[in-house]
C-alpha cells in the first residue's frame, strides 16, 4: 500500500505563508511518478489543488491558489513540496497528497492510499 506522510501545516494569519511537504512511505520511490496536492475543509469534498508530472515539466494549479501556492520536488529526497503564499481563510482545510494522473489541467488520483494529511489553519 502506497501512502505519503504529509507535514508543515499550521495555523497562520491571512497573507502569511507556510511550506507543506510529501514523503513517500518506506520502499517506494516516487521519482517516476506525477504527485497532487489535495485539500478537503470542513463540510467540503475533497478537491485537486496542484499537482507535478515525473519530469517536473508539467504543473497543474486550481484557479483558487494560481499565482499564489508553487509546486515542487526533490527526486533525491522522495519528497515533494507545496510552498503556499498569501493565504487566505478559504484555504483552510486538511492538505493531502497522492500519486495522480495529470488530465488536461486536472489531477486525478491514481493508485495511492490517502494518509493522514497535515491541517492548515488560516485566521486572525
Known sequence: QVQFVESGGGLVQPGGS????????????????????????????????????????????????????????????????????SLKPEDTAVYYCATVFLYGSRCLRTFSSWGQGTQVTVSS
Request: aromatic share 10%; charged share 20%.
Open 18 to 85: 507556510l511550506r507543506l511537504s510529501c514523503a513517500a512511505s518506506a520502499g517506494f520511490t516516487l521519482e517516476h511518478y506525477a504527485i497532487g496536492w489535495f485539500r478537503q475543509a470542513p463540510g467540503k469534498e475533497r478537491e485537486g489543488v496542484s499537482c507535478i508530472s515525473s519530469s517536473e515539466d508539467t504543473t497543474n494549479y486550481a484557479d483558487s491558489v494560481k499565482g499564489r501556492f508553487t509546486i515542487s520536488r526533490d527526486n533525491a529526497k522522495n519528497t515533494v513540496y507545496l510552498q503556499m503564499n
